[in-house]
């Protein structure tokens, strides 16, 4: 069973600091993604991150994937209220960079004006 | 771009009662869709991959005889939550991929099952 482990489980700050989520497994997974879910509804993609090293870069959230694909981390710089949500990533097996995915515990993001 | 269509958003029914949820692929053929579940303030669990035209595959723990998930076409999943019970309420999910294109997993916006 691969296994996520994703921190912290709850942030909560201030408007315009910084913050970083991460996510470690000992396992290798095919592609990474992370996604943001409001309450009551379903998870929206925010980025696939598939290459080792590889560095994307959404508005002021970038997100990376580990060398060896094993790990991932979010930062949102200059947090604003319309940030918080709970955050998930969540890695693709199967063979396949976007087959079955397993999600770590979630981050739930509280970000105060 | 690619919608998932989940049916319905919220059941709340007795305890006992049967309870079947739609998944379908609008716009795209999913092969496959994911059945997960989700409790307040956790991440999604990961119930079973519905196979179309063939058996689902359920992960570990998960009862095959209560958590029965049909694929029959392309574009519709069920799960029927069977004989429901108050610990089955939860937030359950699905999603599904384009079969067509190698893209992430889209996801639907859940239904609220509530039993009493």
């Known amino acids: 069973t691969q296994l996520l482990e994703q921190s912290p489980q709850f942030l909560s700050i201030q408007e315009g600091e910084n913050l970083t989520v991460y996510c470690n497994s000992s396992?290798?997974?095919?592609?990474l993604q992370w996604y943001r879910q409001e309450p009551g509804e379903g998870p929206v993609l925010l980025v696939t991150?598939?290459?080792?090293?590889e560095v994307k870069k959404l508005k002021r959230l970038t997100f990376q994937f580990g060398d060896a694909r094993k790990d991932s981390s979010l930062h949102i710089t200059a947090a604003q209220p319309g940030d918080t949500g709970l955050y998930l990533c969540?890695?693709?097996?199967?063979?396949?960079?976007?087959?079955?995915?397993?999600f770590g515990q979630g981050t739930i993001l509280t970000v105060h004006p | 771009g690619a919608v998932v269509s989940q049916h319905p958003s919220r059941v709340i029914c007795k305890s006992g009662t049967s309870v079947k949820i739609e998944c379908r692929s609008l716009?795209?053929?999913?092969?496959?869709m994911f059945w997960y579940r989700q409790f307040p303030k956790q991440s999604l669990m990961l119930m079973a991959t519905?196979?179309?035209?063939?058996?689902?595959?359920?992960e570990q723990g998960v009862e095959k005889d209560k958590f029965l998930i049909n694929h029959a076409s392309l574009t519709l999943s069920t799960l029927t939550v069977t004989s429901a019970h108050p610990e089955d309420s939860s937030f359950y999910i699905c999603?599904?991929?384009?079969?067509?294109?190698?893209?992430?997993?889209?996801f639907g916006d859940g239904t609220r099952l509530s039993i009493l």
């Open positions: 999603s599904a991929r384009d079969r067509a294109s190698n893209q992430p997993q889209h």
């Open positions: 396992s290798v997974f095919s592609s």
């Open positions: 991150v598939v290459t080792g090293g």
């Open positions: 969540a890695g693709a097996t199967g063979g396949t960079s976007y087959g079955k995915l397993t």
């Open positions: 716009d795209f053929q999913a092969t496959t």
């Open positions: 519905s196979n179309e035209g063939s058996k689902a595959t359920y």
